[in-house]
């Protein structure tokens, strides 16, 4: 039985296949629906692959990840078996035969009867040379950076085919990651370049001519666009679109298994679905304000919670310094905390600003929120003081706090801390 066979004209009784035959083209045609629709409504629009028309690391390089194809090197690819066996590994060291490399050939293969099947259970991963010490040095008169020391880096990239099935049409996800070019190996400075680049994009590569099942494929989608905007239910076919459509797009999914993942301690697990909403909504949030600041003012926040709680400071300040100028004493809370951790020069002018705002009259204390952010605010700026060595200021406002009950018992602490130090330095001072 054909994959597309139950959308042909009534069978007769000997035409008819067995149940068993039903169940397994169905679940090719699913896996195609689901598959294609991942494929058409992912951010970077990919054209389509096939034996007479093959994607190259060329084409992914250059219309993909837009690398200058002239800063690169030679390839490692590392292929694993099925169930981790078998390890090959193969070096091309001429670039233009890894420009020429065409991925699927890393998932398919042609078995006895000349058929192009996919390998199952398989994965590769390319290590490509990315401005190598050669191409940094050579020519280095036509180039436009002079740099010498941003070298041997790489790009690397993941392919695994994208299942549950691929018949026909095969469906390949690629997972890239490009370290950062500084030279400073430390990443935990203010985020910016030093952060690596990663994404991921589907391939699609036609076995056979896809022209009758994407026909199809469009009346179920354009069913579904239609049903949705009146509101009818939908089929099995057109749920199975709309959640490839949605698979990397569900935001509110995203946003609130990423905040129960927090609640849960688990910071490192959040950020993945955290981040991909940050993704989503930066740009988004700038043409839709209205609509959109709320979570992504919450987003924001909760990856630099995330980010603190792991002691990466620097990080937890880069989303945290976003949403700074928001009211929200949670959010401003944390920043601070993230500030200070981080030995950021600019903490101490940030909490004598929001102390400023009690002491003028500006802020009033007058709600339990109110009260906890002032006692805080006054906490971390004797904090400082301490930090910097300003022994009495430390002591003066320390000897105030003693009077709070909230801040009593940080107070006396503290107040043994500095007597401890000062007692070993001769000639104590500010």
């Known amino acids: 039985m054909g994959l597309f066979d139950r959308f042909s004209k009534k069978k007769t009784v000997t035409e008819e296949p067995s149940q068993g035959q039903n169940i397994v083209s169905d679940w090719f045609w699913d896996s195609f629906l689901l598959n294609e629709a991942k494929f058409r409504h992912q951010q970077a629009s990919v054209k389509r692959s096939s034996e007479t028309e093959q994607i190259t690391l060329g084409y992914i390089l250059k219309e993909l990840l837009n690398i200058n194809l002239a800063d690169i090197g030679s390839m490692t690819i590392v292929s694993r078996g099925e169930f981790g066996s078998n390890d090959r590994t193969e070096i091309i060291t001429e670039p233009q035969r890894v420009l020429a490399y065409q991925p699927y050939k890393a998932i398919l293969y042609t ?83 030093n952060q690596p680049f990663t994404t991921s994009f589907i391939l699609g590569y036609d076995i056979v001519s896809p022209d009758d099942k994407l ?135 940030i909490v004598q600003h929001y102390l400023r705002e009690f002491n003028d009259g500006t802020k009033k204390i007058d709600s339990e929120e109110t009260s906890y952010f002032y006692d805080f605010l006054c906490r971390r700026l004797a904090y400082l003081f301490i930090d910097y060595k300003m022994w009495d200021k430390a002591r003066n406002l320390l000897e105030q706090l003693k009077e709070s009950p909230a801040c009593h018992d940080f107070a006396v602490q503290e107040l043994e801390y500095i007597a401890r130090v000062c007692s070993n330095q001769s000639h104590p001072s500010e």
């Not at 949605?246 to 679905?273: C, H, I, P």
Request: contains cysteine.
């Open 111 to 193: 078995n006895d009867k000349g058929e192009t099947v996919p390998k199952t259970g398989e994965n590769t991963t390319l290590v490509i040379s990315y401005r190598s010490g050669n191409i940094i040095f050579d020519n280095q008169e036509s180039k436009n950076d002079k740099s010498k020391l941003c070298t041997d880096n790489s790009i690397i990239l993941y392919l695994r085919g994208l299942g549950p099935f691929m018949h026909e049409t095969a469906y390949m996800r690629v997972s890239v990651m490009i370290p950062n070019f500084s030279s400073p190996d430390d990443f935990r400075t203010t985020h910016s370049k």
């Open 215 to 349: 026909k199809k494929y469009d009346i179920i989608e354009q069913a579904l666009v239609d049903k949705t905007n009146r509101g009818e239910e939908l089929t099995k076919e057109e749920q199975t679109v709309l959640e490839g459509i949605t698979y990397s797009k569900n935001l509110g999914y995203d946003f609130g298994y990423g905040r129960w993942l927090v609640s849960e301690k688990r910071y490192a697990d959040a950020l993945m679905s955290l981040i991909k909403v940050y993704e989503h909504l930066k740009t988004d949030v700038v043409t839709d304000y209205d609509n959109l600041h709320e979570i992504f003012n919450e987003t924001c926040f909760n990856i630099g919670f995330c980010f603190n709680e792991m002691e990466q400071y620097d990080r937890a300040v880069y989303y945290l310094d976003i949403i700074q100028g928001s009211d929200n004493t949670k959010y401003i809370i944390e920043y601070i905390n993230a500030l200070v951790n981080n030995g950021d020069p600019r903490s101490m002018n």
